[in-house]
């Protein structure tokens, strides 16, 4: 992990573990995560502790990745992307305190090497989604994506396999 290149001394950046060559744009809430060589983030993203993102990714702007996710490399993640780490999520607990980290368990997220999800795309948590595969902008992925096919709507279904050719 090397250099990085941040386009505004307004950044939040934490404990990051920042690969070489990583452009790192406006307005960016990074903590307790790792971006591998060569990614960008685009403005007012934000990436929670303990997510991952590989080698040679591209996180559009106002996209929020969560705890719990891990991006591999070669991965497009389109503008406004949100993913989402807990099934029930709740402000207080049945005796109406304040959750806290102890009440409530990150259900992991991953996209394999090559996806691509488009414009305002949600992905709901312990998902994963296969390699090489497109979601459609404005979907809402539920459920695991095979490798090589695109997905859209809401639920996601898939439409069709990627030709390789």
């Not at 709740?90 to 991953?110: C, F, K, L, M, P």
């Amino acid at each position: 992990m090397e250099t990085i290149t941040i386009n505004n001394d307004k950044q939040s950046l934490n404990n990051v573990k920042v690969g070489k060559d990583v452009k790192i744009f406006n307005f960016v809430n990074a903590y307790g995560c790792s971006i591998d060589d060569g990614s960008k983030v685009g403005a007012f993203v934000e990436i929670q502790r303990g997510s991952t993102i590989g080698k040679n990714c591209k996180i559009s702007s106002h996209s929020f990745i969560c705890e719990g996710v891990h991006i591999e490399d070669n991965v497009f993640i389109g503008h406004n992307v949100t993913f989402i780490n807990d099934r029930f999520p709740r402000a207080t607990n049945d005796d109406g305190s304040i959750q806290t980290d102890a009440d409530w368990h990150v259900e992991e997220t991953r996209i394999k090497k090559g996806a691509s999800l488009g414009s305002s795309v949600t992905v709901l948590c312990g998902v994963t989604i296969g390699e090489r595969s497109i979601i459609g902008a404005g979907s809402v992925v539920t459920k695991d994506v095979p490798d090589g096919v695109i997905v859209a709507g809401n639920p996601a279904k898939i439409i069709r396999k990627i030709d390789n050719k």
